[in-house]
């Protein structure tokens, strides 16, 4: 994965701090006119207008089929160089496949992705809560994906078993990171990793995909992020709560936060 754009901090220490990123899990919401995106604004330049107000999104349709090459060109071409894409894992490896014998799947999807390779963030991995962590089925799918691609794979486990230790030592050895993910209980939250970047997901709270997060919660998800900074780590927040318009707010609350914080640690646009 490219390094993300960050600055030294100008303190007095020289110390690098990471790049934070906020963003929301995709960008095509039609109900999301006259809320965010302006009156006139057509849905085919929602993708334009989207990366004029956030540095990062995640890339949820390549989750359900493999997008073609002119997709993959115009998502590169309607958006700035400082813009990033955190990409869904193909869902045939995920939860058709299970992570088991995927080598060529893996291989296609990379080629398909290979355009976006400067501009690419994680690579979510969002597994179905029924596959439980196997460490044998897990090394040889990570061992797949390191023999194609260098890109940072972000594992968001919906089973507790992810949660043992040894999970976590097996992604560590591999540069894969494990995603901490809000969802009111539903499933299983890690915690952030000693290392590497920070990779979070918010889905709602009291009601999954809707629910808006307070202002004291994010100012406490501000303050946790500008530590991970100061260590120099990049960190990705993406909201998914999408369903009542509550994402792109929250996002844009979550980034002025971190701002007021640490605004070397935030791009500019």
Same mark, same amino acid.
């Given at each position: 994965?490219?390094?993300?754009?960050?600055s030294?901090s100008?303190?007095?220490s020289g110390k690098?701090?990471?790049?934070?990123?906020a963003?929301t899990s995709?960008?095509?919401y039609?109900?999301w &006119? +006259?809320?965010?995106?302006?009156?006139?604004?057509a849905?085919? &330049?929602?993708?334009?207008?989207y990366?004029?107000r956030f540095?990062?999104?995640?890339? !949820?349709?390549?989750?359900?089929?493999l997008?073609?090459?002119?997709m993959?060109?115009?998502?590169?071409q %309607?958006t700035?160089e400082?813009?990033?894409?955190?990409v869904?894992?193909?869902?045939?490896?995920?939860?058709?496949?299970?992570?088991? +014998?995927?080598?060529?799947a893996?291989?296609v999807f990379v080629d398909r992705l290979?355009?976006?390779?400067d501009?690419?963030?994680p690579?979510l991995?969002q597994?179905p809560?029924s596959v439980?962590f +196997?460490a044998?089925? @897990?090394?040889?799918?990570l061992?797949?994906w390191?023999d %194609?691609t260098?890109w940072t794979l972000?594992i968001?486990? %919906?089973?507790?078993?992810w949660l043992?230790s040894?999970?976590r030592?097996?992604?560590g050895?591999?540069d894969?990171?494990m995603? %901490?993910?809000?969802?009111?209980g539903?499933?299983?939250?890690?915690d952030?990793?000693a290392d590497?970047d920070v990779?979070?997901?918010?889905?709602?709270?009291?009601?999954?995909?809707?629910?808006e997060y307070?202002?004291? &919660?994010?100012?406490?998800?501000?303050r946790?992020?500008?530590?991970?900074?100061?260590?120099?780590? !990049?960190?990705?927040?993406?909201f998914?709560?999408?369903?009542?318009?509550?994402?792109w707010?929250?996002?844009? &609350?979550? !980034?002025?936060f @971190?701002?007021?914080?640490?605004?070397e640690?935030?791009?500019?646009?």
């Open positions: 994965m490219p390094p993300a754009e960050n030294s100008g303190q007095a690098r701090v990471g790049c934070f990123r963003g995709g960008w095509s039609p109900d &006119k +006259d809320g965010f995106y302006p009156e006139g604004v849905q085919r &330049k929602f993708l334009d207008y990366a004029e540095a990062a999104t995640e890339l !949820n349709a390549s989750f359900y089929r997008p073609s090459e002119k993959v060109d115009g998502w590169l %309607r700035p400082r813009f990033r894409f955190c869904k894992l193909s869902r045939l490896i995920t939860h058709s496949k299970r992570l088991i +014998d995927c080598a060529e893996v291989g290979a355009p976006l390779a501009r690419m963030g690579v991995a597994l809560d439980a +196997d044998d089925r @897990v090394e040889a799918f061992e797949a390191r %194609r260098e972000a968001e486990p %919906r089973h507790p078993g043992e040894a999970a030592q097996l992604l050895k591999h894969a990171i995603v %901490r993910a809000d969802s009111g539903l499933w299983p939250c890690a952030v990793m590497g990779y979070l997901r918010y889905h709602g709270r009291e009601e999954l995909y809707v629910s307070t202002p004291q &919660k994010l100012g406490r998800e501000a946790s992020i500008a530590g991970w900074l100061e260590e120099g780590r !990049n960190v990705w927040a993406f998914n709560n999408t369903d009542a318009g509550h994402a707010r929250d996002a844009e &609350k979550l !980034n002025e @971190v701002a007021r914080r640490m605004p640690a935030v791009p500019s646009f």
